[in-house]
């Protein structure tokens, strides 16, 4: 059973690029949330989706952006690059419509040069 | 808004020895509390969860104690091994939305 994967797994861009990171959810989830990590800090959550809409965000500009696909995929989108964007991007599923338990994939690691 | 306060930073226990995490939430929360260890390189994987109307979980050498009306809870890692150095954190969710909000993490390091 594939747990949460999220491709790619690293990405270089340059300040002012677009940038679209992927994720599959767990087998069985339809519930997919974004967090971003920076180094030696813990996760902060951009935003989730659920039945293909944006239930809730966070503290995040609208430069942050995403989608969930009707098979419970999901992309999140960031525009015009900044060097502070530079971190962990972890992607998170869960089951059902409460806060069940999510499960975090492994991440993409993003650099802005 | 959940604040989540997560303590210490980093501890260092022998193999053999017992490595307790703190952690203190200010808000009313509902659902579950879980606890996460991050490899390097690696995402958050969910260690262990436990409800707010219970007030010990374990399982295997993992406990998390909870005290609801200090608004509190902790892992213990009994029997510490060395695959156990990794950086764990807490987190707890919010009453009225969907987000979990994290401790700022501990680096456990387990000495042989």
């Avoid at chain 2, 808000?27 to 995402?43: E, I, L, M, S, V």
């Amino acid at each position: 059973d594939a747990g949460v994967t999220q491709s790619p797994t690293h990405l270089i861009k340059t300040r002012g690029q677009q940038v679209t990171l992927r994720c599959s959810p767990k087998s069985g989830h339809d519930t997919v949330s974004w967090y971003q990590q920076a180094l030696g800090q813990g996760p902060q959550f951009i935003f989730q989706y659920y039945e293909e809409e944006e239930r809730q965000r966070g503290n995040f500009p609208d430069r942050f952006s995403g989608h969930q696909f009707p098979n419970y995929s999901s992309e999140l989108n960031v525009n015009a690059l900044l060097l502070g964007d530079s971190a962990l991007y972890l992607c998170a599923s869960a089951e059902g419509n409460s806060n069940q338990p999510q499960h975090f994939g492994d991440g993409t690691r993003l650099s802005i040069l | 808004q959940q604040q989540v306060k997560q303590s210490p930073q980093s501890l260092i226990v022998q193999k053999g020895g017992i490595s307790i995490i703190n952690c203190a939430y200010e808000n009313t929360a509902f659902d579950y509390f879980p606890w996460y260890q991050q490899f390097p390189g690696k995402g958050p994987a969910l260690l262990i969860a436990i409800r707010p109307d219970v007030s010990e979980k374990k399982e295997g050498r993992f406990t998390i104690s909870f005290n609801k009306s200090a608004k509190q809870f902790s892992l213990h890692i009994m029997d510490s091994q060395p695959g156990d150095s990794a950086t764990y954190f807490c987190a707890a969710p919010s009453s009225n939305d969907y987000k979990l909000s994290f401790g700022a993490g501990t680096t456990v390091t387990v000495r042989a």
